[in-house]
C-alpha cells in the first residue's frame, strides 16, 4: 500500500481530532496530535510539559522550535514509516517548511466549517483525562455522563475551551494557520472537505476524505 503522509488543516473545533482517529483506523496510521502531546507532557509534569503549559491553557500558540523538535522526534517512530495523519501540525508557515524538510506530504485535508458551528462544537466538547477520546454533551454523549467509553477515564472541558480561551485560539487561527491554507494550495497538494454536517452523517465527511485520498 503506498505511504499515507497526510495533514489535517481546519479551525480549532472543526472536527479534526474525530475524523483522525476514524481515519486512522480506517488506514492503518497513527492519528499524530500535537495538541494531544502537550497535553500528555503537562499531566506527567515532564519539563516539556513545564515549558508548555502556560501558553497552551491561554490559547496561545506554542513557539516553533518547540513544536518542530516534538514531530521531528515523533515521526522518526517506527509505526510513522507507512504514513501518518496529523492533527494540530503544522500551525504556522515556519512549522510547515520545517515538515517539508523531514518527510514529502501526500495530502492536504482543509475542513471547511461555518463559526456558528465551530462555537458550539467546541463550547460542548468534552475530553477523557486518561485517553483524550473526544465527545460532545450533545452530537456524540458518552453512554454514561461524564465517563470515556472507550477507557472508564473522567470526561472534563479542556481549560482552552472556555469563552476567552476559544476566542484567542480563533485569532491564533486566522493570524498564523490560515496562511497555511495559500501555501498548500500553491504545492497542489490541498483538498477542500465540508465539514457543516451534523454529527449523524460523518460519514459525509469521512466519504469525502476517502475521494481525496483516493486520488
Ligand atoms: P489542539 O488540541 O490541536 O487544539 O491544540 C491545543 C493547544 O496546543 C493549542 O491551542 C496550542 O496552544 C497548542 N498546540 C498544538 N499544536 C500546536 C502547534 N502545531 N503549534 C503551536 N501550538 C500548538
Known amino acids: 500500500m503506498k505511504t499515507l503522509n497526510i495533514v489535517l488543516l481546519g479551525a480549532p473545533g472543526v472536527g479534526k481530532g474525530t475524523y483522525a482517529e476514524i481515519l486512522s483506523k480506517k488506514y492503518k496510521i ?25 501558553f497552551i491553557t491561554k490559547g496561545d500558540l506554542v513557539p516553533d522550535d518547540i513544536t ?63 485517553c483524550g477520546a473526544i465527545f460532545h454533551v450533545k452530537n456524540i454523549p458518552p453512554k454514561v455522563e461524564g465517563i470515556c467509553d472507550e477507557c472508564g477515564g473522567e470526561l472534563y472541558q479542556r481549560e482552552d475551551e472556555t469563552p476567552e480561551a476559544i476566542k484567542v485560539r480563533m485569532k491564533e487561527y486566522n493570524r498564523k494557520t490560515k496562511p497555511l491554507v495559500d501555501f498548500y494550495k500553491k504545492r497542489g497538494l490541498l483538498v477542500n472537505i465540508d465539514a457543516n454536517y451534523p454529527f449523524e452523517e460523518i460519514e459525509k465527511i469521512v466519504s469525502q476524505c476517502e475521494m481525496a485520498l483516493k486520488k
Open 30 to 54: 497513527p492519528h499524530v496530535s500535537t495538541g494531544q502531546m502537550f497535553r500528555d507532557a503537562i499531566k506527567e509534569r515532564s519539563e516539556l510539559g513545564k515549558k508548555v503549559e502556560s
Open 68 to 130: 518542530i523538535d516534538v514531530i521531528k522526534e515523533r515521526l522518526k517512530e517506527e509505526d510513522c514509516k507507512k504514513g501518518f495523519l496529523l492533527d494540530g501540525f503544522p500551525r504556522t508557515i515556519p512549522q510547515a517548511e520545517a515538515l517539508e524538510k523531514m518527510r514529502k506530504i501526500s495530502k492536504v485535508l482543509n475542513f471547511v466549517a461555518s463559526e456558528e458551528n465551530i462555537i458550539e462544537r467546541l463550547s460542548g466538547r468534552r475530553t477523557c483525562k486518561k
